[in-house]
Every structure is written in C-alpha cells, then in structure tokens.
C-alpha cells in the first residue's frame, strides 16, 4: 500500500480533480516517460497548456528528476476555444474583459498537484517566447495553435531548439484527413524530413521524433 501521504500519480490525480482537457491517459504517460528520460539533456518546455493536464504529466516527471519544465499558452484559447466554438467551456470565459482565460484553472491545477517548484508558467505566444529563446532543451511538446501556420511554426520553430538526444512530441497527430485537421502532422513531418530526427513510435495521437 502507497504511503498515506504518497503523491498521486499523474492520472489519478487529473481524474481525482476532474481537471479539463485534450490529452489521454496514454498519451501523457507516454509524456512523463519521455520527460524523464532527458532530464541529463536539459529542460522540458510545452506550447499549449490549457487547464494544466499535459503540464501534469511532464511536470511530475521534471519534479522527480529535478528538471524545469517551462509551460508556454497565451491562456485566450485556440479557435475552437472561442465564444460560440465547438470547444467553447463557459467556466473559462472572462466575461469582464471577454476573452478566454485559462490561467486560473492552469495555476490552481499546478498548485494542487505540488508542481510550482519545478513548472514555470510563461503566458504568452509560443512565436513571441520563440523570439529570444536561447536555452538548448530535453524536450519539447507542441499541442497549441493547430491551424496549418500555427502548427507549422511550432514544429519548425522550436525543434531548432532542441539538443541531440532530445525529444520533439506533437500531439494531434492524423496522417488521415478524415481523422483530423492536418497542421500537427505536416508540420511534424516537416521536421522529420529535416533529417536530423528520428522517429519513435507513436502512441494514440501522439507523434515522437528524437534527435539525431
Ligand atoms: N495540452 C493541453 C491542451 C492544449 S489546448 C491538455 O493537455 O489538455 C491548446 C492550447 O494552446 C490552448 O490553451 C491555447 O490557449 C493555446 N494556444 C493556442 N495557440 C497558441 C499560441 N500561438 N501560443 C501559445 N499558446 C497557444
Ligand atoms: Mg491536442
């Protein structure tokens, strides 16, 4: 039996809170593997955090490793997101200053699973944190803007960052249009036929190229 004051793990505790989001159980525990793996390589960032979900499942790995995971969302919401939209959750909606807002969910969700020593939460636009970046990293998951430009910007963007050994993850990944919107996965191919990554398998949605 887990000690009484055991941490729980990542799965448990998102379905214990009931936090929200776009990511299944195997997809993030694939995540947690995969950050843990590169905790020798250097930090962990995510574009496209939402209520925190993804952020759990890398955060808890980083924490354990003693590594950094940087989590990158504007927290307005993507398209389908907005007011009106398919994905709309009126909880999120700021109607003051009408907008979306996920950042109070996002930090109470980090507060809860005990992540603020290791999640430093950057909110703002995966392209304006892309400007200045300059720390090589372990890994990188992209799950924010999937329109064809958003999706293609992040792939080609960030995987520049990336240092040998280290993971590049995308989520939404649908080789098949009928599955799904086709951003993710062009721009993640786009980054393969680089010729710098190699791919790993993938799990559920979940693309996987790790760098050469
Ligand atoms: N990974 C999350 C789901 C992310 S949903 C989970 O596990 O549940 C996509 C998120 O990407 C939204 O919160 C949205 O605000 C963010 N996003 C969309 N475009 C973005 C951009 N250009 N820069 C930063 N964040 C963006
Ligand atoms: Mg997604």
């Given at each position: 039996m887990p000690a009484a004051d055991a941490p729980l793990s990542p799965s448990t505790f998102l379905k214990t809170h009931n936090i929200k989001g776009f990511l299944a159980e195997d997809e993030g525990e694939r995540l947690s593997e995969l950050a843990a793996s590169v905790s020798e390589i250097g930090p962990c960032l995510e574009i496209g955090?939402?209520?925190g979900k993804s952020t759990v499942y890398l955060g808890a790995a980083c924490g354990a490793k003693g590594n950094t995971l940087y989590a990158v969302d504007h927290h307005q919401g993507s398209e389908e997101h907005?007011?009106?939209?398919?994905?709309?959750d009126a909880d999120l909606f700021d109607s003051a200053n009408h907008c979306m807002n996920s950042f109070p969910a996002f930090r109470q969700t980090i507060r809860l699973a005990g992540l603020d020593h290791c999640v430093v939460p950057i909110v703002a636009s995966s392209a304006l944190v892309l400007q200045k970046w300059q720390t090589p990293l372990g890994m990188v998951f992209i799950d924010g803007g999937h329109s064809h430009e958003s999706a293609m910007a992040d792939c080609v963007g960030w995987a520049k960052h990336i240092a040998s050994g280290g993971i590049l993850a995308v989520h939404?990944?649908?080789?098949?249009?009928e599955d799904g919107g086709q951003g993710p996965y062009l721009g993640f191919e786009k980054v393969f036929e680089s010729g710098l990554f190699e791919k790993l398998a993938q799990v559920n949605s979940l693309g996987i190229l790790r760098k050469k």
């Open positions: 955090s939402y209520c907005q007011l009106g939209e398919e994905y709309h939404d990944i649908f080789p098949s249009p």
